[in-house]
T-cell receptor, first 115, second 110 residues
């Protein structure tokens, strides 16, 4: 069964940091682009970042560029999102999704930035 | 303000056919394929349509997608109560070098 499981969310103060993880199973992870998408409470989906299967290409939405870093470890079938200088507007459920069709989504992990 | 424009809401009665539109521009829908994602209440999104009109395995043929120029549409025929959900269109924007989602359409089955 194809599965994505996110972890690492939590409560953090503005300016703080968190590292999200996404573990993949059931497909050949090292042949897929991987993505992070977030959803603020009561709002729509917002793409955050994407990374090519070998890590050679990375893209970010403008609002997180310079603060967030996406990476992957193909040996561990894992995707990461290092989030620094967090702001209240980063509060959201963060989903990882596989492929350039966003074929499969995880259940998400909640990040709350509060003061 | 989303790059892709969807109506915020849509509704229909059981058995009806409803369509949801997604309007973009030449840098996104006009030059790339469109996907649609369904988000049932309290759950993660799920891929419903890819490459404008292709259904992943397991998606009923009641769901269909189309694209013309800089707009795309999702059609749901034989509407069922379990179709009540939020629907999002998505595509790549070559000018922004970014994936873009529509603002979402909440479908209510009356």
């Amino acid at each position: 069964e194809v599965q994505l499981v996110e972890s690492g969310g939590g409560l953090v103060q503005p300016g703080g940091s968190l590292r999200l993880s996404c573990v993949a199973s059931g497909f050949t992870f090292n042949t897929y682009w991987m993505n992070w998408v977030r959803q603020a409470p009561g709002k729509g989906l917002e793409w955050v970042a994407s990374i090519k299967y070998d890590g050679s290409e990375i893209y970010y939405v403008g609002s997180v560029r310079g603060r967030f870093t996406v990476s992957r470890d193909n040996a561990k079938n894992s995707l990461y999102l290092q989030m620094n200088s967090l702001r209240a507007e980063d509060t959201a459920v963060y989903y990882c999704a596989s492929g350039n069709r966003f074929d499969v989504w995880g259940r998400g992990t909640m990040v709350i930035v509060y003061s | 303000q989303s790059v892709l424009t969807q109506p915020p809401s849509a509704s229909g009665t059981p058995g009806q056919r409803v369509t949801i539109s997604c309007s973009g521009s030449s840098s996104n829908i006009g030059s790339n394929t469109v996907a649609w994602h369904q988000q049932l209440p309290g759950t993660a999104p799920k891929l419903l349509i890819y490459s404008n009109n292709q259904r992943p395995s397991g998606v009923p043929d009641r769901f269909s997608g189309s694209k013309s120029g800089t707009s795309a549409s999702l059609a749901i025929s034989g509407l069922q109560s379990e179709d009540e959900a939020d629907y999002y269109c998505a595509t790549w924007d070559g000018s922004l070098n970014a994936w873009v989602f529509g603002g979402g359409t909440r479908l209510t089955v009356l």
